[in-house]
Every structure is written in C-alpha cells, then in structure tokens.
C-alpha cells in the first residue's frame, strides 16, 4: 500500500519528463525520416529505429560503451546539480557553461603547475581550484542580482561569453606552454584523474555521485538549505520570517558555480587534459536539460544526466552506422527543454493532471523579469 | 375591490435561478449539492457562508468558470448552460471579483471599456467617446468617477467601482459582489451600499457575497446561508437575528463576542518616539509618531487604509527602514535592527497577506510552523546551529497543531491546501510562541469565517492576559473597538487621538477616521 503510494507518487513527479522525452524521441524520428529524403538512398522510413538502436548499442551495448555513458553523464551530474540548486533558491543559472570553463581552465592550470606533485595533492588542488573559480564566476551574478536586481538570466548568458573570451586570451597570452603549435596549457601530468576501471573511467564520475547526496543533505538537512528552499518558493515570506534573500540569493549562486566549476574540472583532469581555445562547453546548455528532467532532484538528477550521457556517448556510433548526424541529440535536447517548459503541451496531450506543490522550475525559467518578488528582494533596505 | 391577491406589489418572477446545483471537484471536495438559489429583478440577495462553504463555487458555476455536475440554470426563465465567462457576460451576468481585475496603467474608461473598444474609422480608438460614455454612466450611478484618471491612482473603494461600472456599463442584469467589503472602510463600506441599492432600485438583481453578519443583515433583502455546499436556511432580515444566522453558518452556537476582561498593564515594551518613515512614492507616510504598548494591553490602530498604519508596522518588526526617529523593545535600541534580532528579542509579527508574506504554501505545514524558528534550539544543531533536527521539528509542529487546532490530517499536508482559516492558524500557531515579549498583529482575522475569528480572538486575549504586549492593527474597526484597550487612531500618518477603550465609540473613531479631529 505505502509502496502503492510512493510509486504514485514518483509517476506523478516523473510523468512530464518521462513522457517529454518520449515525445522529443518521436519528434526527432520525424526530422531523421524527412531529413533521409535528402540523402542519395532516398527517404527512409524506418531510419529513425536503426538510428535509435545504433545509439542505444553505442550507449549501453558493451563495457567501454557503458563506461563512455558514465563518462558523458558525470560533468552533466555537477552541472545539472547546479542548475537544480539555483532552481531551488528560484533562480535560472544560464551560466553553467561560464562557470565550466573557469572550472576547466583553473583546474587545467593548476594541473600543469603541480604536474611534477605527488597526484593525491595535484589532484585535490585541482579539483579545489576549478571549484572555487567557478564559485567566483556564479558570485558575480549573484552579488549583482542581491545588490541591484539585476537579473541573473541576462548577467549569466552575458558571462559565458565574457568567460569564454577572456580565457581565450588567458591562454593565449598568459599562460600558453611553450613548445606547442598553437596556445594551450601545459599537460597536466599528476592532477590526471586515476582511471578506476576499464580503459576510460575515472575518478571524476565518483566525484560526481558524491555530490549528489551532499546536495540532497544542504537542501533537506542544513537550515541553510531551508533557507534556499524558503527564499525561493516565496522570497516575501522568507524575508518577513527574518531570512536574508538577498545573501541567499548570492550565497546559492555562489555554490551553484561551485558545482559548475567542478564539472569542468573533472571534464578537464579526467577527459580534455588541457585547455585550449574552443574546447566544448555543452556540458553548460545540457546542464539546463538535466535539470528540468531531474525536476531539480538529486536523485532525480542522477537519472537524466545518465539519459543525456547516453545520447552523447551513443550518438557517434549511431552516425557512423546510419549516417545520422550526432545533431540529432541537440534537436531532442531542445525540444525536451520546448515540452516541459511548455508543459502544458504535455499535459494535455496525455491528460495529467498537476502535481500539487510540485516546485514550478518552468515557474522559475518563465517567470516574469519585473516580477514583485524580484522588486522586493531588490528593494530590501541595506 | 381589492381581492387580497393584490395587495402588496406583485413578486417578480426570479431573473436567475438555480436548481438542484452539484459539484464535486476532482479531489473529492463535495463544493455544492442540490444547491437551489434564486435571485430576483430589483433584489438585493445575500449568500451567506463561511470561507470553503462553497459560495464562491456556485457563483463561479454561474459565471461560467467552473462546470457543475449536475443542476439547472435558467435567466428570464429560459434554460442555460454557460460555457465561459464570455457567455455569462453575454447574458447579462457580471461579476465583481474580491481581487480587482484592472490594468493598473490604464485610466478608468480604458478599464471600463476594454474588450468592448469604441473605434473610429480606420479602427482607431474613439478615447473621447469612451470617456465621455463612462462619465455618463457614471454620474447615473453616482459614482463621482473622473474617467480620464489612472486606475492605480484610485484607492481600493474607488477600484471597486469601477469594476462595476465595468459590469453595468457590459449590460449586467445579474451582479455578483464577491466579498466586496473585505477590502474596504467603514465609510466606504457605507457609500458601496447606497450604490447596490440603487442599482436594485433600477431593477438590477444583485448577488452578494459574505461571511459578515451584520452588512448582510444590513443590506440584504433576502438571505441564503450555506454551509458545507448545502443550503441550510434562507430568512429575511427582519425575521432572524445575528446569532441565529452565526449558527446557521457553523453550525454550532458560537460567540460573537469574546469578553475582553480587564487589561493590568505593565511596563513599556515597545516606546516608538519622534517616528518618520517614507513611503514608496517618497512621501511621509508616517509622521513623528510617538506611541507606547506595555506588558499585558493591546493597543489598537485604525486608520482608513493608506493613513500610514502599515508603514508604521512595518517599520516597526524590521522590514522597512525608519528615515528618522527610535524604536526601542525592553528599552533596547532596535532602530536600526534586523528583522531577525528583533525576533531575537521576543517579537512576533503576524503579517496582513499571510498567503503572500506570512506563509510558504509550497511547503508542507511542518515547514511552515518552524519557518520563522528554523534556526533556533532545539530545531537546529550542530556547529552553527546548521543541522536541522527532522524529530524535534515534527514533534514541536504536530504540539502546535493540537494547541492551536490547526485542521490538517498531518503535518506533512502542503499548506497551501488548507482552508483561510487554517492557514491563518498556522501562522498564528507558529508567531504566538511561548517567549513572546511583544507582538504585532496586522489584520490578524482579515477574510476568515467567525468561527476561526472568534478562536484567533481568544488567543489574542490569551496572549495579553499572559503578559504579551500587543500592537493591533485592523481594517475592521469593529475587531479593534472589541479587542483593543486603547484606540490610537491614525489620520495621514499621524496618530490623531488616543482613546481608552471605553471612551472609544464607534462614532467617535469614525469621525477621526475620516476628518482626523474629534468634531
């Protein structure tokens, strides 16, 4: 009965992602199928199920292919943890690609410095560094919102840029390692994350899992996590119970480019290896997808970033057997993150009715810019 | 000759009726069941009923917002079904919602008129034409209404009508005022009857809604009280009293009246002393307030609403910084205090909008209960008191619950399911705790039933027999002349007179009210 119960009860939060991804799979097969028609063989109507089953096989067919999974989802897990946190305090991270790069670019430095260290030290160091530079960049938008208002949508898209660029030159002209063709940090050495098994997974997935139940723990154990929990579902409220939204605010932003930064750190000690201009910041924009389908819970987290990793680890087979380009994911992330901030679309498709209570995350990303709440926490007196 | 048929003025056949009306929402709610209900041409009817006994429902049914399951509908006799708000407007029913539902930037012919544009040719809108239309309806209903003004300038009662001069202006034959009083003053309260009355006169049939004995007794020609989607009586004023009605409503003999019993006031708790605060528009919205509350009295604040009486609380708990002036709790400086060091030194605040600020309804009523103690022992531990002990805040919230006789079938249960009522108790449960030095009450019973009036009453009186020092502010003068020991009016951000309570009558407050002098 109370098994009953709490399986109901996880159909009622699961149901839209669930069947969001359902319908982003089925909508992306429409694109493959009218996309065949293009290519010499000519439209193909059951393209989309070998498409699907090669990704699946490249996903999950083998150990290396389980342990690619793992390994796409584990920068995914911060990162969606990140967006996740910010949610709960009721604001919209965009910036998880900035605060990943700063993360990847700190660690990558810090590793090429300790390279000759013993590797508990560099790699402790390294991971240390790129959580506190992505910390530094989440601050930014953070303070700004608490102090001025400003919203954290605009600060943080306008920051990923400023990151991206300004690494570039960091590389270029500050910090480039000498006898390389083109500007890049020097090898990393000690701080590589230690393979634990098969040929490619590392270190960095356990870190990644372990910040899961430390999330869990703030948010559900520690008043501070109640803080974030309250300033977010009513940020009036919490100011007239004598909280602080505006250091909360700052603090959760904070905290959120923490886990952003880590998630380039592992990515860069455990896959990259060193920084260079142009290095992926997908994880940044995934992120924002793990987070929706996750319902912004740990655990539920856990499962969309191994969802994502699949398609990332996945897709490349896929291309190579069906000559599906691995763009099909990025269409089924899109329209995953279209369905369920447009939830209603799903809703009413399969006639599910709203969970009470449920944490409105579309709330937080189609929320009002000149909402009161976001005036009075503003407006608080200094 | 006179047959005695014809004796008094033929009754008019009802211009609405409702039979036998059932709902049942998808949680199991029985709403309403067999609800009959009729109004007639020129009559003023009162649907009487606590919060959650479904008069909101039924009056949504008939405005097309919710479907019933079952039950008829007819206007002029005809049978109707009604599919949306469009379609009620249509046929002539308008509605007065208790949230006002204007476009604050627009002025009040844009309000009135919107959705029914007046255009020129090239579909450009005729704003001339608009304008002088409202200021003709509007000086037929005596409303004194400029239509050029933006709706945002307007206080509360003057919102009020122009929604309906929005209604009539729609065609409404049929006009439901949802609580409209809730929101109002004694003096505006008196002038929103002379204008029902008069659209009666005219041959309106008006709906409204209340859970407020004595305006219903006062207004109504008929009246239909509800209680728990039943209809359980209808009476005309003449022929019932206030406490039969209560009964009727909650069914059981309650109290109107709490005994307020003698006051032993003590020493100063709150001293407010020279006290200037700005409002939003850079005003003084309170000027140079001196005010005293001791240990062991209430003292009631009343203003018509705008006269500065929030800004005073406000500035008062923390949320608002004073431009000049003291404040001083136990003779301690806390001017320039956080909200939270002043909780720290035995307030307690119970805000005006408890769903908007004195609530999270999200969380569940456990969460609610320790929001403002969250980090307080024994509720948290640990270095920094950072942990928060899940046992202890379960067991101090499932005490509160049965203290304060919160009705909720757990504590797990999302507050923002409970009725009004229950809500306000989490918040009162949660505020009235056990080191409270001085508390600050902003409408404490604002849209709640007289059953939940009546128990937050008692415990108020609790709180200042046991020493509590207690700042009262209402919108219901009539809750601050039972409660309070003194009466401190506010008059344009000053406090105008202080009245003990028993030199406090209604009139004389009411008179300072609105001119802020005594004669």
């Given at each position: 009965m109370i098994f009953a119960r709490r399986l109901l009860g996880a159909w009622r939060v699961g149901a839209v992602p669930a069947l969001s991804i359902v319908l982003a799979l089925a909508l992306a097969a429409v694109v493959i199928v009218l996309s065949?028609?293009?290519?010499?063989?000519?439209?193909?109507?059951?393209l989309p199920v070998r498409a699907y089953s090669s990704l699946l096989a490249g996903a999950f067919a083998s150990e290396t292919a389980i342990a690619n999974t793992l390994v796409a989802a584990a920068p995914l897990v911060l990162g969606g943890l990140s967006v996740a946190l910010a949610f709960k305090a009721g604001l919209f991270n965009i910036g998880v690609a900035g605060q990943f790069l700063a993360g990847a670019f700190a660690a990558a430095v810090t590793g090429a410095s300790l390279a000759a260290s013993p590797a508990p030290v560099a790699v402790a160091a390294s991971l240390a560094a790129g959580g506190l530079a992505g910390g530094a960049v989440g601050f930014i938008p953070g303070y700004l919102k608490a102090r001025t208002g400003a919203h954290e949508v605009v600060t943080t898209i306008m920051l990923n840029n400023a990151a991206a660029l300004l690494l570039t030159w960091a590389v270029t002209d500050l910090v480039r390692a000498p006898g390389f063709t083109f500007p890049r940090t020097g090898d990393i050495g000690n701080a590589l994350l230690p393979v634990i098994a098969g040929r490619n997974l590392h270190l960095g997935v356990v870190v990644a899992l372990l910040a899961v139940p430390a999330i869990a723990f703030l948010l559900d154990r520690t008043t501070i996590g109640f803080e974030i929990r309250s300033v977010g579902a009513n940020p009036v409220a919490a100011r007239y119970a004598g909280m602080r939204p505006v250091l909360v605010t700052a603090l959760t932003m904070t905290l959120s480019g923490v886990l952003g930064g880590l998630a380039g750190a592992i990515q860069m000690l455990g896959v990259i290896g060193f920084y260079a201009p142009g290095i992926t910041a997908s994880v940044g924009f995934d992120s924002i997808a793990v987070a929706l389908v996750g319902r912004s819970d740990p655990v539920g987290v856990i499962f969309a970033a191994l969802l994502f990793g699949a398609f990332r680890a996945g897709a490349p087979l896929m291309q190579i057997e069906t000559?599906?380009?691995?763009e099909v994911i990025d269409i089924i992330q899109a329209l995953v993150i279209l369905l369920l901030a447009a939830d209603v679309i799903v809703r009413r498709l399969f006639r599910i009715r709203r969970a009470r209570g449920g944490l409105g995350e579309p709330a937080t990303v189609t929320r009002s810019w000149s909402s009161p709440e976001v005036a009075t926490v503003a407006a608080e007196p200094r | 000759m006179k047959s005695a048929n014809d004796a008094g003025p033929p009754r008019a056949a009802p211009v609405l009726s409702m039979r036998g009306v059932t709902k049942r929402y998808a949680t199991g709610t029985l709403a309403n069941e067999a609800v009959d209900f009729e109004v007639r041409a020129g009559e003023i009817h009162a649907l009487l009923g606590e919060n959650g006994a479904g008069k909101s429902t039924l009056m949504h049914i008939l405005y097309g917002l919710v479907a019933p399951d079952s039950g008829e509908i007819a206007i002029d006799g005809h049978p109707v079904t009604i599919a949306d708000p469009a379609d009620a407007i249509a046929r002539g029913v308008g509605m007065v919602h208790q949230h006002f539902m204007l476009v604050p930037v627009l002025t009040v012919a844009e309000n009135v008129v919107l959705g029914r544009e007046l255009v020129g040719p090239a579909q450009v809108l005729d704003r001339a034409e608009a304008a002088r239309r409202v200021r003709a309806l509007s000086e037929r209903l005596g409303f004194a209404l400029a239509p050029e003004v933006r709706t945002e300038q307007l206080s509360v009662g003057q919102q009020q009508r122009v929604e309906i001069l929005k209604s009539v202006y729609r065609g409404a034959r049929i006009l439901v005022l949802d609580e409209p009083t809730a929101v109002l003053t004694p003096q505006e309260t008196r002038e929103i009857f002379t204008v029902l009355r008069r659209l009666a006169d005219e041959g309106a049939a008006i709906v409204f809604i209340s859970h407020k004995l004595e305006e219903v007794l006062e207004l109504a020609d008929r009246i239909t009280v509800i209680r728990r989607g039943k209809v359980v009586g209808e009476r005309e004023p003449r022929e019932t009293t206030a406490d039969e009605l209560a009964e009727l409503m909650v069914g059981r003999e309650v109290s109107l009246r709490v005994d307020r019993g003698r006051s032993r006031p003590a020493e100063v708790r709150l001293a407010v002393r020279g006290l200037r605060v700005a409002g939003d528009r850079g005003h003084e919205a309170v000027r140079s307030v001196d005010l005293d509350v001791r240990a062991g009295e209430i003292i009631g604040i009343a203003g018509v609403a705008g006269n500065g009486q929030e800004h005073l609380v406000e500035c008062v708990v923390g949320l608002r910084a004073a431009a000049s002036g003291t404040i001083h709790i136990d003779g301690r400086d806390v001017t320039k205090g956080s909200i939270r060091q002043r909780r720290d030194r035995g307030l307690a605040y119970v805000p005006a909008d408890r769903q908007r600020a004195g609530l999270v309804l999200a969380f569940s009523v456990r969460d609610n209960l320790a929001l403002t103690t969250y980090e307080d022992a024994p509720l948290a531990h640990g270095v920094g008191r950072l942990l928060r002990d899940r046992p202890v805040i379960d067991a101090s919230a499932r005490r509160l619950i049965e203290r304060f006789d919160v009705r909720t079938s757990s504590p797990s249960v999302e507050t923002g399911t409970l009725s009004g009522g229950n809500q306000q108790k989490v918040v009162v449960a949660r505020e009235f705790r056990a080191d409270l030095r001085l508390l600050v009450l902003d409408?404490?019973?604002?849209?709640?039933?007289v059953g939940s009036i009546e128990f937050i009453h008692r415990q108020v009186l609790a709180q200042r027999d046991a020493g509590t020092a207690i700042l009262l502010v209402s919108a219901e003068l009539d809750e601050i002349l039972q409660l309070a020991d003194r009466v401190a009016v506010m008059y344009r951000g000053s406090i105008v007179a202080t009245l003990a309570a028993a030199e406090a009558s209604r009139d004389r407050v009411g008179r300072l009210m609105a001119t802020g002098a005594a004669a």
């Open positions: 065949s028609a293009f290519t010499t063989s000519g439209l193909d109507v059951l000559s599906v380009p691995v | 409408q404490p019973t604002r849209g709640l039933d």
